[in-house]
């Protein structure tokens, strides 16, 4: 089976590679390789290699310039997956797409349910959400997985800033009124594997996991604040030399934090659906972040 990985090079896709490699020939071609914001450069790839399985971990995730850039925004996180969509569609194959907390309006504190009415904030929020429907729409054998607050050991994200900024600095102001769960990438890249092999088992095991829509995150939930002082607190157990204890961290409220682009207060995505279909429990993501910490800071 040929399977293309679309953002191989992304925090999910890095850690997809290392776990696709299981179910069939990964095919991560490099943005030099195939530029996804271009249509006809992608239909040619798909004529090309004729994949029979689309994981597709591209995305624009830049939330704040992406209000400046809505095309761009709208060519990858919408048009590219309808256009995966429709490929898959025609043959009848699986694609598996992944979705974002931002499609939500953030309202509330109450738990996303997975048939929640979207209404979001902003440009990255809206195309996310014209690919979700789009792949729903296509009629494709379809996984969504929408996750939220991604990070790993590579590329930008929340824990290699807290990281820096706690070498560099005793305190800090971190927003403490936006509430969601830290997702490693290797934990959706973990589930993704699982559920891929139930979906491309044996022919008739499909109906052991059923196609659609799932949110994926860990378990528990905190904000922000609470974040980095649980990053300082294991970092600093880990041995880690740093400038600040996690008392150093200090809450603020995200009117005290201005960005381009609003932010949902509530990120929070109820998983219940997908441990049940998997027959799995979530990990807490206090358990979750000390894997990722002893994966990047051991010498
Ligand atoms: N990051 C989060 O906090 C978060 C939260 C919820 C949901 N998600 C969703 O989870 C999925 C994975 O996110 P992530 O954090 O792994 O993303 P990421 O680290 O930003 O990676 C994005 C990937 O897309 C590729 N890409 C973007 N534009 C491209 C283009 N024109 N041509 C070729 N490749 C292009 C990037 O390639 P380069 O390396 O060449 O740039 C990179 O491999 C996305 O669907 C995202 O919306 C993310």
Request: hydrophobic share 40%; charged share 20%; with cysteine.
């Amino acid at each position: 089976m040929n399977i293309l990985l679309t953002g191989g090079s992304g925090q999910v896709g890095f850690e997809l590679r290392r776990q696709l490699c299981l179910l069939g020939e990964v095919l991560a071609p490099t943005r030099a390789e195939l530029d996804l914001a271009d249509p006809q450069a992608v239909e040619g790839w798909l004529a090309r290699h004729q994949p029979d399985l689309i994981v597709n971990a591209a995305a624009y995730t830049a939330v704040d310039k992406a209000e400046a850039e809505p095309e761009l925004a709208h060519r990858l996180n919408a048009e590219l997956p309808a256009q995966l969509a429709a490929y898959s569609a025609a043959r009848g194959q699986w694609l598996l797409h992944y979705s974002s907390d931002y499609v939500y309006p953030g309202s509330g504190d109450r738990p996303w349910q997975e048939g929640d009415a979207t209404g979001p904030l902003g440009v990255y929020g809206a195309s996310k959400l014209a690919g979700d429907l789009a792949v729903e729409q296509s009629g494709c054998p379809q996984l969504i997985f929408r996750t939220s607050w991604v990070y790993s050991t590579r590329g930008h994200n929340f824990l290699r800033t807290m990281l820096r900024l706690g070498r560099e600095r005793d305190s800090l102001k971190v927003v403490d009124d936006q509430v969601g769960a830290p997702t490693p990438a290797r934990l959706i890249a973990q589930v993704s594997a699982l559920a891929l092999h139930r979906v491309l088992g044996p022919e008739g095991s499909e109906a052991a996991f059923p196609p659609g829509l799932y949110h994926l995150a860990p378990r528990g939930e905190t904000s922000w604040c609470g974040f980095a002082q649980e990053i300082f607190r294991q970092a600093a157990a880990a041995g880690q030399g740093l400038a600040i204890a996690p008392e150093g961290v200090a809450p603020i409220p995200t009117a005290d934090y201005p960005t381009p682009a609003r932010r949902p207060l509530n990120s929070r995505l109820a998983c219940a659906k997908l441990e049940q279909a998997l027959g799995i429990t979530l990990p807490d993501w206090r358990a979750q972040l000390a894997l990722t910490l002893q994966e990047l800071c051991q010498p």
